[in-house]
């Protein structure tokens, strides 16, 4: 069956550390990926997209990494702040059916001063 | 500038009563549309989209229905809600063709009693 695992335990870290955030799927092909961010209660933040033929995407103090070999996504968040403590949402488009997005259960992402 | 209103911001709806979410997108053309729905402590399950004006695509088989009157307008409808509705439901749009990052609306939160 087709999965999106995301750690379900919140990852805990100590501000001005560099979080990594971690996307596994299964039997999938994805032709991109993106990640997002969300608040309680709100509607998730596009944050980057990442597409098949790309080995990184950087953003400010954002960078994803892409191996399609790995099946594998992952997300860093350098010189981390309080006020990125959030739930981070991986989510991608397979090539058959491009037009929608499917998500992951995402990490909770918890920066201590 | 593209905003998304999404209405109402919450709602309480007995079992067996009627649904009817709004989405409406300002400030584009032939957006993609998507109704997603995300349970208590869950990922984000996509319901519906939509590429055009009348072009609608279910993903989960229930009792939930969607509809595009205008090129803009996104519509989620139930006829007799369940108790498994619950959730909070998000309305987003992209762009159509190459892609791009979605962006959500505010959502709404839906209990049915």
């Known amino acids: 069956s087709q999965k999106i695992e995301q750690n379900s335990e919140a990852l805990n870290i100590q501000e001005g550390k560099t979080a990594t955030l971690t996307c596994n799927y299964t039997?999938?092909?994805?032709?991109?990926l993106q990640w997002y961010r969300q608040d309680p209660g709100r509607g998730p933040v596009f944050l980057l997209l990442?597409?098949?033929?790309?080995k990184e995407k950087r953003k400010e103090r954002l960078k994803v990494t892409f191996d399609t070999t790995l099946k594998q996504s992952l997300f860093h968040i350098t010189a981390s702040q309080p006020a990125d403590s959030a739930t981070y949402l991986c989510?991608?488009?397979?090539?058959?059916?491009?037009?929608?997005?499917?998500f992951g259960t995402g990490t909770r992402l918890l920066v201590s001063p | 500038s593209q905003t998304i209103h999404q209405w109402p911001a919450t709602l309480v709806q007995p079992v067996g009563s009627p649904l009817s979410l709004e989405c409406t997108v300002e400030?584009?053309?032939?957006?993609?549309l998507y109704w997603y729905r995300q349970a208590a402590g869950r990922g984000l399950q996509l319901l519906f989209y939509?590429?055009?004006?009348?072009?609608i695509s279910s993903e989960v088989p229930q009792n939930l229905s969607a509809s595009r009157p205008q090129d803009r307008q996104f519509i989620l409808s139930s006829k007799k809600l369940l108790l498994s509705d619950s959730g909070f439901y998000l309305c987003?749009?992209?762009?159509?063709?190459?892609?791009?990052?979605?962006?959500f609306g505010s959502g709404t939160r839906l209990t049915v009693v």
């Open positions: 939509s590429v055009g004006i009348g072009q």
């Open positions: 400030g584009t053309s032939n957006p993609n």
């Open positions: 987003a749009w992209r762009p159509s063709g190459d892609p791009y990052g979605y962006t």
């Open positions: 989510a991608l488009a397979n090539h058959t059916g491009f037009q929608k997005l499917v």
């Open positions: 039997n999938y092909s994805p032709a991109y």
């Open positions: 990442i597409r098949e033929n790309e």
